[in-house]
């Protein structure tokens, strides 16, 4: 754990409040950032993750690279006062932050460089509708949101190599399988070192004493 993570955690269990980082911004990625040395994940927005796909006109992009930029471009060496929310499981530090007055969640959504992250807030609802409304930015592509991306891409780097695509998942209310086109299925990953395996059809899963998902 770094010395600056540290410090902030300390804090908080010796106060029961959140520390607020503060200093100048250096970005990582459009809704990540190191401030005053300290990683921070900014609260309540969800951006483009690196390498994934834009399109527009015919002409495809990273998008990801893209919103990164236009976000250096405006905010980079900048000084900035965050608010801490949280601590996410990377150790980030989760927070709203202010640069030069301008809430940087609030700019971000509502000129179209990320998406409101609604899994965890609504705080930037009404700004999204906005940049929604005017096709600013990311509203103007056709681009999945990162949410949506990133399950997809976990679905992949886990699919079988065969047409055997029914998951038999172990978790806590017992053997599980999930077919395509599920609720959880694109979110279910599976480790063969648990047990878990992959299936053919519904009859072989549930010889082998899986039951279908409830959902």
Known sequence: MTRPLFLFLALFLATGSFAA?????????????????VRVRLFGVDAPEMGQPCASGG?????????????RDRFEGQRA???????DRYGRVVATCDVGGVDLGAA?????????????????????????????GLWGFDVERPADYRAGQAAARNAPETDCVIKGNISKSGRIYHVPGGRDYDRTAINPSRGERWFCSRSEAEAAGWRATRN
């Open 108 to 136: 971000l959504v509502s000129d179209g460089i990320a998406w409101a992250y609604r899994r965890y807030s609504s705080k930037y609802d009404l700004d999204e509708k906005a940049a929604a409304v005017a096709g600013r």
């Open 21 to 37: 980082p503060g200093g100048v911004l250096r970005v990582i990625d459009a809704d990540t950032f190191d401030i005053g040395g």
């Open 81 to 87: 006062r965050c608010t801490q929310q949280d601590i």
């Open 59 to 71: 002409q495809k992009w990273d998008c990801g690279r893209w919103a990164r930029d236009v976000v």
